[in-house]
Structure formats: C-alpha cells, structure tokens
C-alpha cells in the first residue's frame, strides 16, 4: 500500500532536514491509511474494544528529507500470526528519487487489557490482513 505526503517546514530542525522523531508519525499515518485501504479504519477497530499497540520499532536513516519534499511511504505486512503484526516500510523520496528511510513496526492485539487474537475476536480483520498480505522476502 502506498502513501504519499509532502514534508512539512515544521518537521524540520535546526539543520534544515526533517528531524528524526516525525518518521515514526509518519509510520503511524500509513499504518492508518492501510487499514482504510483495507476496509477496516482504525476508529472502527477501536469501536469493538480492540487496541494495537506498538511493541517494537526500528529505523534506519539512509538519506535526509528537506522541507517540501514529496515522499511515498510503502507500507507492507512482514509478518502476521493474528496475535501480532509487523510491518515494513520503505521511505521514497519522490523529489529526489531516492529511498531515504527504512523502517519496521510490531503491534499486538488487545482487548480490556488482554492479549487476543484477532482470528477469533475480530474475524473479519483477521480475513482483511490475510488477503493483503504482501511479503516479499
């Protein structure tokens, strides 16, 4: 799945990049836009009791981004058991044609403080990650 979005001058730091911390909001955004493009928004999850906490994160910086720039974030299931689901992205830097950023994000499922699986709390979810699910190796 893939999301686009222009680099805003606020996200930048003092050396005129855009500073380290806004990639992980980033992520959050095309985690978001991947659950619309797969029927199931985030606010609606939420409506069943179902949360998704992040559990592990990494990045890697490959390249700075600048104000203004447009970048395309690819976002695709690494791995999925119905208890967790990690995902990839890669950052492409549209302006400058280069990939600037990879990353990863785990999540799990939970439910009133309870570790669940989506297979059986919310099946249809569960059905909508596995028919996207696009892992290249």
Known sequence: ?????????????????????????WMEEARIRYMDQIGFSYIDVEKNGVISPVVDISISYKKPVHFDDEIEINVDVLKYNGITLEFKYEFFNITR???????????????????????????????????????QE
Do not use: V, W
């Open 1 to 25: 799945m893939k999301y686009i979005r222009k680099a805003q001058y606020y996200e930048t730091d003092q050396m005129g990049i855009i500073h380290h911390s806004n990639y992980i909001k």
């Open 97 to 135: 044609n280069e990939i600037c950023t990879t990353a990863q994000s785990r999540h799990c499922f939970m439910k009133e403080g309870e570790l669940i699986s989506l297979k059986r709390s919310l099946p249809g979810l569960h059905a909508a990650i596995c028919q996207n699910i696009n892992i």
